[in-house]
């Protein structure tokens, strides 16, 4: 099977600090030399981008970002449904609605900000945002590797119960990219109901969806029906979670702190469900 063609565009001035992440990731995944892999790195996105996304199958943004959280946040986008930009800059939504209005394709593309601390007129990275495009390049990774051949029979499946689309999308990109089958959920109420349907051989649900503490309850609730795969808790609270949840009350194999790291996560599920 022929691998996508991959276009990264990571755009920003390297000359304001940490406003050049953008064409440092670029950079460093041109440095891998995959064939298949374009890279890009414009200070600012223009109209003409529109004809380098039609020629490729994934599009990757990178850019920097002052609010995202840390290290990274990943978004999927679709086209604009309106046009807008100006002389002096373009949003990826409306390079991917010109893309689709003149070039007739529409790649699967994604948005990927990454948190940056310091945009002073001064070049380098500063250290905490080195750190967060080491974490956003093992993201890009998972992204853009090639889906492993698995055979049906042997295939794991997980189910990501989250009410973040966003997180759910960056769950299946990585698990997919290594061989899982991945099945979703919204909410717990929801994330019930699928286990019968999906049968997952492991389930990730986040502690904070619609309600303070729904994945708690969700974990309670799976225990209780005496479900027997490994349950892995998601949160973004950090280290406090660990010390006030009784993981082993709860039936818990762990919990893993958002963004999750995707080395992390895939190694932990394929020691405990032995693939």
């Known amino acids: ?73 990943l978004k999927r986008i679709a086209p604009a449904a309106a046009i807008t930009f100006t002389s002096h800059s373009v949003s990826p939504e409306s390079v991917l609605a010109l893309c689709a209005d003149h070039f007739h394709a529409t790649p699967e593309a994604y948005v990927l900000a990454v948190r940056g601390y310091a945009f002073e007129f001064e070049e380098g990275l500063t250290p905490q945002a080195r750190d967060n495009m080491t974490s956003a390049l093992a993201c890009v990774q998972a992204l853009i590797r090639p889906c492993k051949e698995t055979s049906m029979d042997s295939k794991k499946t997980v189910l990501t119960i989250d ?8 769950l299946r990109i990585v698990l997919e ?21 999906v049968k997952p051989d492991a389930i990730i649900v986040d502690l904070m969806m619609e309600n303070v503490d729904s994945g708690s309850t969700v974990a309670q609730k799976l225990k209780e029906s005496g479900y027997k795969g490994p349950v892995y808790m998601l949160s973004s609270a950090g280290d406090t979670v660990r010390y006030n949840l009784d993981a082993r009350e709860l039936g818990l194999a762990g919990i893993f702190q958002k963004p999750i790291d995707p080395k992390t996560l895939v190694a932990t599920l394929k020691a405990k469900l032995k693939v």
């Open 163 to 170: 009410d973040d689309p966003d997180i759910r999308a960056t």
């Open 1 to 73: 099977m022929n691998a996508r063609r991959v276009l990264i565009l990571g755009y920003g001035n390297p000359g304001r600090q940490d406003d050049g992440l953008g064409p440092a990731i670029a950079g460093a995944v041109a440095a891998w030399g995959l064939p298949n892999v374009t890279t890009d790195d414009p200070y600012q996105l223009n109209i003409e981008d529109a004809a380098a996304l039609a020629e490729h199958e994934l599009v990757v943004f990178v850019d920097a970002s002052m609010d995202a959280p840390e290290p990274y946040a």
């Open 177 to 197: 990219a290594e061989g899982f089958s991945v099945g979703e959920a919204s909410n717990g109420e929801e994330g019930l109901k699928a286990i019968e349907r």
